[in-house]
């Protein structure tokens, strides 16, 4: 139906307004023939809603193919310079102080306790009484033996004058027979008594060498129910009393530990066996203990020892440092906590460790997979570096044209933080990657 362009003001564009409405209401009529609603109201509603909700897929359509066909975010990587400057590698390990000579002391008899004359870390000197035993049945034992000694002796006299008796009676019976005045029987019988009395001589002589052993030990026993500092140091330890009785059989039981000098002393620590290979004698180091953790102590190694210890399929080497104990702060027992220095490099190029354990992720088929709603590439992962190990080959990597690119290295020492570099194509102030940090869509 054709609309009759009208001059009023404002006619024509309300003429253009009816014919839509009653364009519109023909589609309803359409809409509500084709959905069997009979009325026209209802049909625009359900118009309404079905272009909302075609609007909506469209728009999470959309979203998907976007998110699942778009390009792959860009990685962003840390990274750090090539440094110049000191190092130094170290090796830590723990320990207990010891003195370095200590000396446990105990009865060599058995018996009773009478006295003992120190205590707690009194200091005492060679030879001097640290205490005595009961000591009435070992002078018993003496003047015994100095009675058997003596009646020994005179056993040697008595045979003597019969040994010499029997000598003179022979010679004369000898003499006699040789001019015919004597039988030979009686010679035989005399040289006979003769030998005898010799016999007998030697047998009180040897009597006489028993008696003079059994006092001696005797008297040495005596002697040790004293019991004597053997050095000059310190009293560690006390575990008798006057009165009690102690036995020495198959096991000698301490009574007293004495330190010979406390001013010196050692630190025996346990060496991982990884790390045993770069410490050696004469290396400084310096350790802590709990009683003093804002001071350090210097110390140098003496002895590295071959002999394994395996506690908990473990195993450690022992070393022994000397320590300088002067001010008496350290005591024997203290847990002691050593960093040893194995080596300095007072002007090296320094790659930071970060550096070396980095490998950047290979992807597969070089074409990065993304998940169907957006989620990070997966871009595979690369093979763990071994560690760096002096004078091995290892590489690091830099950025070139926003790309990692490997660079092979000789690498030295290490403390930890950064590896000494021996030879490669970095410089100071060269930038190495770090780290990749996770792609930002």
Do not use: C
């Not at 010799?198 to 019991?227: F, M, N, P, Y």
């Not at 004597?228 to 059989?249: C, D, F, H, M």
């Not at 709990?290 to 450690?316: E, G, H, L, S, Y």
């Amino acid at each position: 139906m054709a609309i009759k362009p009208r001059i009023e003001n404002g006619t024509l564009k309300t003429a253009m307004k009816d014919e839509a409405q009653t364009g519109a209401d023909q589609a309803s009529n359409d809409m509500a023939s084709v959905l069997g609603i009979g009325h026209t109201a209802d049909a625009r509603r359900w118009l309404n809603r079905w272009t909302v909700g075609g609007g909506v897929v469209a728009i999470v359509v959309l979203f998907v193919l976007v998110r699942a066909l778009g390009g792959p975010p860009s990685a962003t990587y840390r990274q750090a310079e090539v440094m110049k400057g000191a190092i130094i590698a170290t090796v830590t390990a723990t320990g207990t102080l010891q003195p370095v000579n200590t000396v446990d002391l105990g009865p060599e008899i058995s018996g009773q306790i009478d006295k003992v004359f120190v205590d707690f870390n009194d200091r005492v000197t060679a030879g001097q009484v640290l205490a005595v035993m009961d000591k009435d049945n070992l002078n018993a034992k003496v003047l015994q033996s100095r009675a058997s000694l003596v009646a020994a002796k005179a056993r040697v006299e008595d045979a003597k004058a019969t040994a010499n008796e029997s000598r003179v009676r022979g010679e004369r019976i000898r003499e006699l027979f040789k001019r015919g005045n004597s039988s030979k029987q009686e010679l035989d019988s005399a040289d006979a008594t003769d030998a005898r009395g010799r016999a007998a001589l030697g047998s009180a002589e040897a009597q006489v060498a028993v008696a003079a052993a059994t006092l001696s030990s005797d008297e040495t026993s005596l002697a040790k129910a004293e019991i004597k500092a053997p050095i000059n140091g310190i009293v560690l330890s006390r575990t008798v009393e006057p009165g009690q009785v102690v036995a020495a059989t198959f096991q000698t039981p301490v009574l007293f530990k004495l330190a010979e000098d406390l001013t010196k002393m050692q630190l025996e620590i346990d060496v991982d066996e990884a790390d045993i290979g770069h410490v050696q004698e004469k290396q400084h180091a310096t350790f802590t203990v709990d009683a003093f953790q804002d001071r350090q102590f210097p110390a140098v190694i003496t002895q590295v020892r071959f002999a394994p210890k395996t506690v908990d399929n473990v195993v450690t080497y022992q070393a022994v440092l000397e320590v300088d104990n002067a001010e008496l702060l350290l005591r024997p027992g203290m847990t002691a906590n050593a960093t040893i220095t194995t080596a300095t490099r007072a002007d090296a190029t320094l790659i930071p460790n970060a550096a070396l354990r980095f490998v950047p992720p290979m992807p597969e088929k070089n074409t990065p997979r993304r998940g169907l709603f957006g989620g990070p590439p997966d871009l595979g992962g690369g093979e763990t570096p071994p560690q760096a190990k002096a004078g091995s080959t290892q590489k690091v990597w830099v950025l070139k044209d926003r790309q990692p690119q490997a660079v092979e290295i000789k690498v030295g020492i290490t403390n930890g933080v950064s590896t000494e570099m021996l030879s490669g194509d970095l410089k100071p102030g060269d930038k190495v990657i770090t780290a990749m940090e996770a792609p930002k869509p």
